[in-house]
């Protein structure tokens, strides 16, 4: 009897959970009462700089989100813009403060006077609405969403994401649709260049403006040797393509000697920085952006790189190496239950020796488990000292691939992980069990 | 010509000396029995015959072939078939899929990809003259893991009869089985090796299934054998029943 | 219940397919995108499940070989402007080759070790795709812009596009599940010892079944290029094998159809729930939890208990 009432109501459970899904995915026949969905989010103070009177002055603002009073059914009552924001990940700080200056804009467009009447202008005359949904950096996530936004939500306009690569697949359904694309940081030359097309607009300027226009500074300065640090992305390149030779052009002594490319999600820096450094440069430029900007100055800054004498920073390099620090708490042992409590301790051990060497965000998990496996299997699974001698390998590995083959570098860690397991699967110092 | 021929077998593991300069011949249609205490070496044995272990050094010759090297799967093509000691099958296939997978096999339709299963008619009547063999044909279509101990057991043979073998190697047929079931398998290891002309070599602990069935005994001792020959004399042999001494009614057992 | 059961398979897949192509001039636009890329999602999921469920090999870098039929088909079409119904058919010959090279050294180890080897294996592609032959592949971009044929170029048009392929794969994985191949398979993943003993090579088979299951992986690939008209690097890495992964789970590992209603299910779900909530991970973390421990043969699993068909994996 028992057994039937819990079949029952697994099958109740998964009808529900199915119909849910396909009543979600059908989007009712009948146009749909525009809404307002807003990010939840407490309101954000933050400081504006207003010139009054010829003088700066800087006010404290509070930014809250005014609500709207429900639009009567039928004729076109408002304006709505889908903004397409890269909210998870490193770029998370961005978006903060892009959704402040957007409800900052909304508020002075969409203000009204005592009776209701919009006096603030709305866009066409109409108040304004938005939709903000997260694309995650994910181009493919971005371009899903943004055909959600046109295709079901109706939307008028488009506003863009933070990374060049979503908008790159955001324009290409833009033009699709036939629906501007209004862009704001995201800013690759390719964008409105190559891949440019008449529903796009862009404020700011793109990479290639903004690589010469640095080249051109940087040729004042007295460096001949530059160093460049930038996202292995459209955007990182695009803005160092333009950069390099406006340089030279603008003062033929200086060069780069050293470029180096982490991914943009790569919150271990270390070796790429000790790369940069032992090339020597007098000066670093580089276009590293948010989390990735924050955690490089973390991780360099204990190597050196901001001090003066080059055998100081040599020096540090080799004596404080933090990936001995991180990769201690990586060690990560999968075992029983029991045992698997304590491994979480120490992972957690590990994220919180971490947290004060990079910026910490979601997504840190992704990239060093894999990793994290590569230790083990290579030390040896079942062997506290294989992890620890796993971790030395690897990080050594990863330090000098990056000087010898920066292209590759990366699989050599999983490279070793596969010899490793096709060779002498207990790695290291296991215990070799047939 | 002899069917199997066991020539100064030797095999360590780390310090312990499991089969130690073993040689023993079986003709065709034999009935043959190894017996002796737990631990002496007698699933090892069958190990290093079926090629699952390699031996340090000595020959085996099955059929005019040498085995030494061959891995399992191909000694099993040559004709030894094997039923194993813990119930070893195939537990959520049925047991008409349990000997279907091993019929299947040994026709070399294994890696057939296209035609339906059912459409082999043949071959599925193979199976089906396997199961009923077993006994096991009414209770074809229940999940193997799910079978009785004694079924298992009738289903490990089927798996090895499958094959076709001229030798079967059968590790404790009855371990662990009422005596009931005792009784039913060894009408059952008589009947297929009549039935299926098969050369038999088993190993028991019970010595009664021994002097049912076997026409002749090899005693395995520590890894070495020390006494071969026909189930009487064995009985009779004073060394043997020395081995034997610590169980109870060890004499008495032998009385056949 | 016996009239629904003695209706013969074959006038199931009929009417499935009826509905489904029929569903062409239902559904909306953006619904028939979703309704491709559940296709899409349903084919890598049965490709992933060939090596899972039937095999017991559990593969963590599936994805890869769903990339690399993704590039093949990107790579072709826009730099090589090789036509689509000769590029997309290569797809699978790519991630068939490929899985061959990285099968054969991964069926020499088995359960845990396995399963490491394929993760390294997967990521070593991925960072091929990434950075190595960034010059080839478009790096960290990926490829943008692969032209598509006029014919698919509507969302209706392409929907019927994939819904065709799907079901040509199905089928065929259909004929594969009733052949010797796949018993031979099942008894492996049950005892491979046992079936070393029953004269089974299982390393060439293991080895053949991880071919099978990349080359569909490719194809499922390669209509994901078409459909998004690019492809990324994203594409190869770890976390994308989760997704077949957790829909074979979800819809039921011991049978064809399973994964395919799994993983179909999972992308609906992922994109009406992520409406309401950023918590789509969390979501998907405790639905993984129920399954596994309340329904491990999946939906599937659970249906079929309820109608009393009792497959002999459940």
């Known amino acids: 009897m028992n057994k039937n009432i819990k079949r029952h109501s697994i099958m109740a459970v998964t009808l529900l959970l199915l119909a849910s899904v396909a009543l979600g995915a059908c989007a009712p026949a009948v146009t749909p009462t525009p809404q307002t969905i807003v990010v939840t989010a407490p309101p954000i103070q933050i400081e504006v700089t207003k010139i009054v009177a010829g003088t700066p002055v800087v006010e404290q603002v509070i930014v809250t989100t005014t609500p709207e009073p429900a639009p009567p059914e039928g004729e076109k009552t408002s304006i709505k813009i889908g903004f397409i924001a890269d909210i998870s990940g490193v770029g998370y700080i961005f978006s903060q403060s892009q959704l402040a200056g957007l409800r900052i804009a909304l508020d002075e467009l969409n203000k009204t006077d005592a009776d209701g009447k919009l006096i603030g202008g709305g866009i066409l005359g109409l108040p304004v609405e938005y939709i903000v949904v997260d694309s995650q950096l994910k181009p493919d996530v971005g371009a899903t969403l943004a055909r959600k936004l046109i295709l079901e939500d109706k939307v008028d306009f488009l506003l863009g994401p933070t990374s060049s690569s979503v908008a790159l697949a955001v324009s290409e359904v833009a033009k699709e649709n036939k629906v501007i694309l209004a862009l704001h940081t995201s800013n690759s030359a390719a964008i409105t260049g190559a891949k440019g097309h008449p529903y796009l607009v862009q404020v700011v300027p793109n990479t290639t403006i903004e690589g010469r226009a640095a080249a051109i500074f940087a040729a004042g300065l007295p460096y001949t040797k530059w160093g460049f640090i930038g996202p292995d992305y459209s955007f990182g390149r695009d803005q160092f393509g333009a950069f390099a030779p406006q340089l030279t052009e603008a003062n033929a002594s200086a060069s780069v000697v050293s470029e180096q490319w982490p991914k943009l999600a790569d919150r271990e820096l270390t070796p790429f920085i000790t790369a940069l450094q032992s090339t020597g440069p007098e000066a670093i430029y580089g276009n590293l952006w948010g989390d990735q900007l924050v955690t490089f100055v973390q991780q360099a800054a204990p190597l050196g790189v901001f001090d003066d004498t080059r055998w100081g920073r040599i020096i540090r390099a080799a004596v404080a190496n933090p990936e001995m620090v991180s990769a201690l708490g990586v060690n990560v042992r999968l075992v029983f239950t029991g045992v698997f409590a304590l491994g979480c301790w120490l992972a957690g051990l590990g994220g919180a020796l971490v947290a004060g060497q990079s910026a910490v965000g979601l997504g840190m998990d992704v990239n060093i488990i894999v990793e994290a496996f590569a230790v083990v299997v290579v030390g040896g699974l079942g062997s506290f000292g294989g992890a620890l001698l796993g971790a030395l390998l690897i990080g050594v590995v990863l330090s000098f691939g990056i000087l010898f083959w920066p292209g590759g570098a990366q699989l050599l860690p999983f490279a070793a992980m596969a010899v490793v397991l096709i060779v002498r699967p207990w790695g290291l110092l296991g215990r070799p069990e047939r | 010509m002899s069917l199997l021929s066991i020539e100064h077998l030797n095999k360590a593991f780390g310090g312990l000396q499991a089969t130690n300069d073993v040689s023993l011949t079986l003709q065709p249609g034999e009935l043959s029995a190894i017996i002796g205490p737990n631990g002496a070496g007698k699933s090892t044995l069958f190990n290093l015959i079926t090629g699952y272990h390699r031996p340090d050094s000595g020959r085996v010759v099955f059929d005019g072939r040498d085995l030494i090297g061959l891995p399992p799967h191909a000694i099993v093509r040559l004709g030894i078939g094997r039923s194993f000691q813990r119930s070893n099958i195939f537990p959520r296939l049925t047991a008409f899929e349990n000997v279907q997978t091993a019929v299947f096999s040994q026709h070399r339709q294994s890696g057939h990809l296209w035609r339906g299963t059912s459409r082999f008619g043949k071959l599925n009547e193979h199976v089906e003259r396997i199961l009923h063999s077993v006994g096991l044909w009414e209770k074809r279509d229940r999940l193997g893991g799910k079978l009785a101990l004694g079924d298992q057991k009738r289903l490990e043979m089927g798996l090895a009869l499958a094959l076709e073998p001229k030798l079967l190697l059968l590790d404790e047929p009855t371990a662990g089985m009422s005596p009931e079931e005792t009784h039913s398998t060894v009408a059952l290891v008589k009947q297929i090796a009549e039935e299926f002309k098969v050369t038999l070599l088993f190993t028991e602990h019970d010595m009664a299934v021994v002097f049912g069935i076997a026409q002749s005994i090899h005693v395995l001792y520590y890894g070495g054998i020390v006494a071969s020959g026909q189930p009487q004399e064995i009985a009779d042999n004073p060394e043997v029943q020395k081995i034997y001494l610590g169980e109870k009614d060890a004499k008495s057992r032998f009385r056949g | ?314």
Not at chain 3, 12 to 34: D, H, K, P, R, T
Request: glycine residues 10%.
């Open chain 3, 1 to 314: 219940m016996q009239k629904l059961r003695s209706i013969p398979t074959w006038v199931w897949g009929l009417m499935v397919a009826v509905v489904l192509a029929g569903l062409s001039v239902v559904l909306s636009e953006f619904q028939l995108v979703l309704a491709s890329q559940m296709l899409i999602a349903a084919l890598f999921a049965m490709s992933l499940n060939i090596i899972l469920g039937f095999g017991g090999m559990v593969h963590f870098g599936h994805a890869a070989f769903y990339g690399l039929g993704a590039y093949t088909v990107a790579i072709l079409t826009k730099n090589y402007n090789v036509p689509l119904w000769v590029a997309l058919p290569l797809a699978p010959v790519v991630s068939a080759l490929v899985g061959a090279v990285v099968g054969w050294f991964c069926v020499r180890r088995v359960r845990l070790y396995f399963s490491i080897l394929t993760l390294a294996f997967g990521q070593i592609l991925y960072v091929i795709v990434l950075s190595t032959a960034a010059d080839f592949t478009g790096g960290d971009n990926g490829i943008h812009g692969i032209p598509v044929p006029e014919i698919i170029v509507s969302a209706q048009n392409y929907y019927l596009f994939t819904l065709l392929v799907f079901a040509l794969c199905y089928v065929v994985l259909y004929i594969l599940t009733k052949a010797p191949f796949i018993l031979t398979l099942r008894a492996i993943r049950e005892n491979a010892e046992r079936a070393q003993f029953i004269g089974l090579d299982v390393r060439r088979h293991q080895l053949a079944t991880f071919i099978i299951g990349s080359a569909f992986a490719g194809i499922a690939g390669g209509l994901m290029a078409i459909l998004n008209r690019f492809v990324g690097p994203d594409m190869l890495f770890w976390t994308t094998s989760s997704e077949p992964l957790l829909g074979s789970l979800m819809g039921g590992m011991f049978s064809l159809a399973g994964p395919a209603v799994g993983a179909a299910l999972l992308l609906g779900l992922h994109l009406f729930i992520s409406q309401y909530t950023e918590f789509w991970p969390t979501v998907l973390g405790i639905l993984t939890i129920i399954v596994v421990l309340v329904a491990p043969s999946g939906l599937v699993g659970l249906s079929n208990r309820y109608l009393g068909v009792a497959r002999a994996e459940e």
